[in-house]
């Protein structure tokens, strides 16, 4: 896995441009009423070893499923599950440990052999362990997020996130049209390490989505005033286009079976209604005509690729339909609440996530609709919370939220509604929009 994860930093590496921007910080306001508590202790061995200790520990308390003692309450250090004296934490009420070391290879060799296990107070016992072998300093960061999707996943039982990524759209001076600048961002799942793809001057971008694999994203781009879908492969930086008819070509969504997408189209020039349409990743390459009646936007595939959620008004205000793909027959899910908009399903399909406004002119939240019974579940409060996007593992979900100022940020909610996190931008005139969170790496 981490072989994988470095791969990426590289591709990312090679693809940023020598421009300046923001980076995103992490702030829990509200988590779990009983987070799992642990100690991460400082590995024996280099000094290197506290970058990265330090990511270990702020990834799982970013989940907000996790109490991680802080450095200055650590009763021992030790470095193997042999030389923990389990009576000397029993004041901070510690359940598991991580420990380990960092040995350089040789003398002056930059390269290192980092073991780490995690260990539980029932027993002693070490729940799991890996060595990773000739790792450089650079490489401390991934190896972090790789260690703590590790402890995640013993501990909860889902796979952790830690190693994902995040593509956003970072907007500078939006209300100045001389000045406004767009640019397609790729980063860590919690904000750091920001990765320009794409910068341009004027013409907005918006709406990347990931595919299935992970290789490419694509997005809506603004070129001499006309929308138009395009991909970008994010390895080479190849970019494809792949819808530009005349009036709005918008709303692209990766099949997670296949290498097609569904875009939004009104194919005239003055018009704003907007037909749903399969297409494959290439300059107009339409295969299918999915709604005919009403304004439809934001499809978004169910995980078994064999449907499609969608925003339609044919009943009036917008709601959220579903359609069978073979068939074309589609039913409306939702009907309480004044609108309903940009649909998507939890990998598990059980949920769909979506923009829900209750009463007209009220605050816009980020609200969960159960397929089986229905019910519909405000997760966040406004007032204007935009564009969810699912963590792979279902647990989380990213948002758009609109700060007292009207900037607008990032922030997190779990899918129970139990976690909330705020993701600020660092520096008054960012502005971040449409949040995708990729699918696993590796």
């Given at each position: 896995m981490?072989?994988k994860c ?9 693809l940023?441009s020598?421009?300046?921007f923001?980076?995103?910080r992490?702030e829990i ?14 590995f ?16 799982l ?10 450095r200055?309450?650590?009763?021992q250090?030790?470095?193997q599950?042999?030389?923990?004296n ?6 901070l009420g510690?359940?598991y440990?991580?420990?380990g ?22 027993g ?26 590790y ?27 001389r ?33 299935a ?8 781009s ?12 994010l ?19 990766f ?10 189209l ?8 907007t ?6 990743p290439?300059?107009n ?7 005919y ?7 978004a ?9 969608f925003?339609s008004?044919?009943g009036?205000?917008?709601q959220?339909?579903?359609?069978r ?9 939702t ?9 998507k ?12 406004q ?7 939240e ?14 966040t409060k406004?007032?204007v ?10 647990n ?25 996190i705020?993701l ?5 005139a ?12 590796g």
């Open positions: 981490l072989k470095i791969k990426y930093m590289v591709i990312w590496t090679f940023v020598s421009f300046s923001a980076s995103l992490i306001n509200q988590g779990m009423n009983k987070p799992f508590p642990i100690a991460v202790v400082p024996s061995g280099a000094s290197v070893e506290s970058k990265l200790i330090s990511v270990v520990s702020r990834d308390m970013n989940s907000g499923r996790f109490q991680v003692a802080s200055n309450q650590l009763p250090q030790p470095s599950p042999a030389q923990i389990w009576n000397m934490w029993s004041s510690t359940e440990m991580l420990v070391s960092v040995v350089p290879t040789a003398p002056n060799s930059g390269k290192y052999n980092v073991t780490f296990q995690l260990v539980s107070q029932l002693n016992q070490a729940l799991t362990g890996r060595v990773f072998k000739n790792v450089s300093s650079q490489q401390f960061v991934a190896l972090g997020h790789t260690i703590a999707d402890i995640y996943q013993t501990i909860t039982g889902q796979r952790g996130y830690f190693t994902t990524k995040l593509a956003y759209i970072d907007v500078s001076h939006p209300y100045d049209l000045r406004a600048q767009y640019s397609l961002i790729v980063s860590d799942y919690d904000g750091q390490n920001p990765q320009v793809l794409l910068r341009q001057k004027r013409n907005p971008l918006a709406s990347p989505v990931w595919s694999d992970g290789s490419k994203l694509a997005y809506v603004y070129v001499n005033g006309r929308m138009a879908v395009y991909t970008i492969e390895r080479t930086g190849k970019r494809t286009l792949v819808a530009n008819y005349p009036g709005i070509n918008s709303s692209p969504a099949d997670p079976v296949s290498k097609i997408l569904a875009v939004a009104s194919k005239a020039k003055n018009s704003a209604t037909q749903l349409y399969l297409t494959k290439k300059a390459g339409i295969v299918k005509q999915l709604t009646s009403g304004t439809n936007t934001s499809p595939f169910s995980p078994s690729g064999k449907s499609v959620a925003t008004t044919r009036g205000q917008p959220i339909y579903m359609m793909i073979n068939d074309l027959s589609a039913k409306r899910l009907f309480s609440g004044t609108q309903n908009f940009d649909p399903f939890t990998p598990d399909g059980k949920y769909i996530i979506f923009m829900h209750a009463t007209r002119g009220g605050s816009i980020i609200a969960k609709l159960n397929l089986q019974t229905n019910k519909i579940t405000t997760l406004g007032p919370d935009k564009s969810p996007s699912i963590a792979p593992n279902g989380m979900i990213i948002y758009t939220k609109t700060h007292s100022n009207g900037s607008l940020g990032l922030a997190m909610v779990s899918l129970d509604g139990s976690i909330h705020n600020p931008a660092v520096g008054s960012v502005n971040i929009q449409s949040p995708a969170w990729s699918p696993f790496l």
